[in-house]
Each structure stands twice: as structure tokens, then as C-alpha cells.
């Protein structure tokens, strides 16, 4: 099963422009905020915000460390994991 994860701070403001996106396409993303949650953020070793992940069973299958917007977006969830 793929899940999408995007994990945020509070104060980040390009994370706040990614989830309406998320939402017009349609994805069911799970938010995460790094500071609510920093032991599921050191797990996934995110050291910076945004930062988008594709799972795979469990596995990062790609990454993304910076804003995207909806086309971005798009284009990012088109395109297969590694």
C-alpha cells in the first residue's frame, strides 16, 4: 500500500501552501507536525520542512525536501517511487 506523508512545523508557511493542493488532488496525505511528533520525524530522518514521502510498505520510496505547487504536485505523485 502507497501512503503519502508530508511533515510540517507549525511556522512553516510553504507547508501550509501544499496541503490545500493535496487536497484539490485528491490525496489523502497524512500531516505530520515535526514538533507534536519529533520521535515519528527522527524516525523518517526529516530534518527540514517540508518534506513530502511516498511509503511503500512501510518504506520511503521517494522524498521530496521543498515546496511544490499544485502542477509540482502533480507531476511528483505521477511519477513511480524507486
Do not use: Y
Not at 520542512?49 to 520510496?61: A, E, I, N, Y
Request: charged share 25%.
Amino acid at each position: 500500500m502507497t501512503r503519502i506523508v508530508l511533515f510540517t512545523q507549525k511556522s512553516c508557511a510553504p507547508c501550509k501552501r501544499m496541503i490545500p493542493h493535496l487536497r484539490k488532488l485528491a490525496i489523502d496525505a497524512q500531516v505530520i507536525d515535526c514538533q507534536e511528533h519529533p520521535e515519528i520525524a527522527a524516525k523518517f530522518k526529516v530534518t527540514t520542512t517540508p518534506t513530502l514521502l511516498m511509503l511503500r510498505d512501510g518504506k520511503v520510496v521517494k522524498s521530496t525536501h521543498r515546496s511544490l505547487n499544485e502542477a509540482q504536485l502533480e507531476k511528483w505523485l505521477s511519477t513511480e517511487g524507486a
